[in-house]
């Protein structure tokens, strides 16, 4: 008897991403030229030198794990550690996404309800992509911030969450902010109520996903507890059909060591791609199971007819090279076009 697998195509495609994806999106800064970074010389780029000058090091490293990490096991240093968190807060505050649109933009829309995006990025860049794209659709990815973000709001009473300019749905009152997770090797993912239901969210997304893609993620070793959760989620099992997609510039080698263990679970099935645009979201728009299915284990040796292949100037641009898609899923029709 044929083995029927159509209910694959049901299953999500689940994104993590990390501070390359950021720096992916406004590779020349923000709207006013403000750059993200990555967490080496990340004191540096972000202008931030002047407050640690009275502090003597024990760490030569210039990467923000290693100082915010001395930082926080040192007494003498806790005023110095709690004004850098200030500035970091406030720095990232302001980042605003240009006017275009941006690879964030491109991959909320190219998901659907079904998936999600998990970010440890503290930035509100993919918050703003996803308010800019939803005056296109409405059927958009779960977000989800695994290390909080700095426009995300609790309300502790009512366990409920949103944006921190929001109020709570059910008691009125505004949102408070929800503590970002700080790179020291022991991060606690259980105490705060939003950082622990995010990462529970996320577990079931890696259990039940079908594509898992890694974007500009590196796993440093200060998220080792995170990356212990990300393989209890993902399971055991070999799941000989899924796939895992890597989006990173760095050296092949060092990213396969970094995932082997998502290789060796997916029986070998990860790719590696330098470029967003070369990723099955982009190949396939809001269509990435289906393609996937399609091509892998219906055989199919075709292309899509509409793919991402570069960046959009505008979201007019944007909104008309989509509306084919949208109008096919109105109608209940999510085959690849």
């Known amino acids: 008897m044929a083995l029927n697998l159509e209910h694959l195509k049901e299953r999500p495609h689940l994104v993590i991403l990390g501070a390359g994806a950021t720096i992916a ?10 750059k993200s970074s990555l967490m080496d010389n990340f004191i540096n780029e972000l202008g931030l030198n002047e407050l640690l000058n009275d502090v003597i090091f024990n760490t030569n490293s210039n990467n923000l794990e290693n100082i915010y990490s001395e930082l926080y ?29 941006t690879i964030y933009d491109l991959l909320i829309i190219s998901l659907r309800k079904k998936d999600a995006i998990a970010t440890f990025n ?25 290390h909080g973000c700095i426009h995300a709001g609790i309300c502790e009473r009512d366990n409920r969450f949103g944006h921190i300019k929001a109020h709570c749905p059910v008691c009125g009152r505004l949102f408070q902010k929800v503590p970002l997770l700080y790179p020291v090797k022991h ?14 969210i996320v577990k ?29 989620g993902y399971g055991s099992d ?86 084919l898609l949208l109008r096919n899923e109105s109608k209940g029709n999510f085959e690849v076009i």
């Open 25 to 34: 999106t406004i590779p020349q800064g923000d709207r006013n030229g403000r």
């Open 73 to 101: 096991d040192r007494e003498d240093c806790q005023s110095i550690r709690l004004l850098l968190e200030t500035k970091i807060g406030e720095y990232f505050d302001l980042l605003q996404l240009p006017d275009h649109p």
């Open 187 to 200: 991060k606690d993912y259980t105490s705060n109520i939003f950082i622990r239901d995010q990462w529970q």
């Open 122 to 146: 503290w930035d509100p860049l993919l918050l703003q992509a996803y308010n800019r794209v939803r005056k296109i659709t409405d059927d958009l990815p779960e977000l989800l911030f695994l």
């Open 238 to 323: 070999l799941r000989y059909l899924d796939q895992v997609e890597i989006i990173d510039i760095k050296d092949h080698d060092q990213l396969y060591d970094t995932w082997n263990y998502f290789f060796d679970k997916s029986h070998g099935h990860l790719k590696i791609h330098d470029s967003f645009f070369d990723s099955l979201i982009a190949e396939f728009p809001r269509r990435s199971v289906e393609g996937y299915f399609k091509r892998n284990i219906e055989g199919w040796w075709g292309e899509s007819s509409f793919s991402l292949k570069t960046n959009y100037q505008t979201f007019l641009q944007l909104r008309n090279d989509i509306q």
């Open 204 to 232: 079931n997304y890696l259990q039940q996903s079908l594509i898992l893609t890694i974007f500009g993620y590196g796993a440093p070793k200060t998220d080792e507890g995170a990356l212990q959760l990300l393989h209890q």
